[in-house]
């Protein structure tokens, strides 16, 4: 009897010292896009410098990780904050509020392009939507003309369109679980795949899974997270190319270059204007219960909120962010204040 009651006694202490612990996390945690990273770090660096709190703990781990990390529930075991290169979809919103996340508040911090970069020592591309479609769709209609799908046959560029070189067709590019993927495949495999006008035609799901669907045999490959490792790759295989975020090939601009895509470069003012047609929103989610619980939230999000932070000549445009307009801003900033709850 004694025994039982010490162990019962020890499983209670354990159970109440733990809470204790949790509760007593002093830090920010963000999770989410590579794409936002190097951006939610500079943030971070800055608010850690001029507040007296701690600067966050940021991780990447892809949009999709990031959203079903901060989706799973409430409390300090949880992320405050996730970074996203898309926004959230109603699936990952309701997911949230099954969890108990009913208190989302989101933030539009600016524009990204997406680059499909190769080295500098290479063939400087120039490439249609409907090139790359043809170039890295699992399947593309029968190169004889007729309306019938086939596994991809294209081998090379010039196989693909005969004003390309005739290099192999190899791209290095992000996993499912990332934003840019999602905003890639949106903006340039379907946009380009709906040029063909029969494929247009079909149903919405046959289409989608046409125009969506990466090929699988090598020509594409999932190199991870982490765009800075594409770049590396980039420089020791010349003929491959790579696709991640507008930052990543300004700051490398000495070791990559950008393709054309449909005769426009990726450029700050060409992505700022909205020529460039590989372009995406980028944002933050905050979960609204941690604010007020977890030190330095509300001072975070004001300090992202400064137009020396987001702004037309704030310190993120050095690092390759797209400012929004001033209405924008403006429109986001007050969403911080209010703490607006997203309805979708």
Excluded at 152 to 170: A, C, F, G, M, Y
Excluded at 192 to 198: A, L, S, V, Y
Excluded at 205 to 219: H, L, V, Y
Aim: with cysteine; proline share 5%; glycine share 8%.
């Amino acid at each position: 009897m004694k025994r039982t009651v010490l162990l019962l006694a020890l499983t209670l202490m354990v159970w109440a010292i733990q809470p204790a612990s949790a509760a007593s996390r002093d830090y920010i945690t963000i999770v989410g896009s590579s794409t936002l990273y190097p951006f939610s770090t500079v943030v971070a660096e800055q608010f850690g410098r001029a507040t007296r709190f701690k600067t966050p703990k940021i991780e990447s781990t892809g949009s999709g990780g990031g959203m079903k990390l901060f989706c799973a529930g409430v409390g300090v075991e949880h992320p405050d904050i996730t970074n996203s290169s898309r926004r959230i979809k109603k699936s990952e919103l309701d997911s949230c509020h099954s969890n108990g996340v009913f208190h989302v508040v989101e933030v539009k911090v600016g524009y990204d392009g997406i680059a499909i970069a190769n080295s500098k020592e290479s063939t400087h591309m120039s490439l249609t939507r409907k090139d790359i479609f043809l170039a890295l769709a699992k399947h593309v209609p029968k190169p004889d003309g007729s309306q019938t799908l086939v596994l991809n046959p294209h081998e090379t560029w010039q196989d693909v369109n005969p004003t390309l070189p005739d290099l192999k067709i190899e791209v290095l590019g992000p996993p499912p679980t990332s934003g840019t993927r999602d905003a890639f495949v949106e903006l340039a495999m379907e946009a380009g795949c709906e040029q063909i006008d029969w494929i247009k035609a079909m149903d919405d799901r046959d289409r989608k899974a046409t125009c969506r669907t990466m090929r699988e045999d090598g020509a594409y490959v999932e190199a991870g997270e982490n765009d800075n490792l594409i770049v590396q790759k980039l420089e020791s295989n010349p003929n491959a190319l790579g696709i991640f975020g507008f930052s990543f090939l300004d700051q490398n601009a000495d070791k990559v270059q950008g393709s054309l895509v449909d005769g426009v470069a990726p450029e700050f003012e060409e992505i700022a204007s909205g020529a460039y047609p590989v372009s995406r929103s980028l944002y933050f989610y905050v979960k609204g219960a941690h604010v007020g619980s977890v030190p330095g939230i509300a001072e975070f999000l004001a300090e992202w909120a400064r137009e020396g932070t987001w702004g037309d000549e704030g310190y993120l445009t050095d690092k390759g962010l797209i400012p929004m307009p001033a209405g924008e801003r403006d429109e986001f900033a007050a969403a911080i204040r209010n703490l607006t709850n997203l309805k979708l």
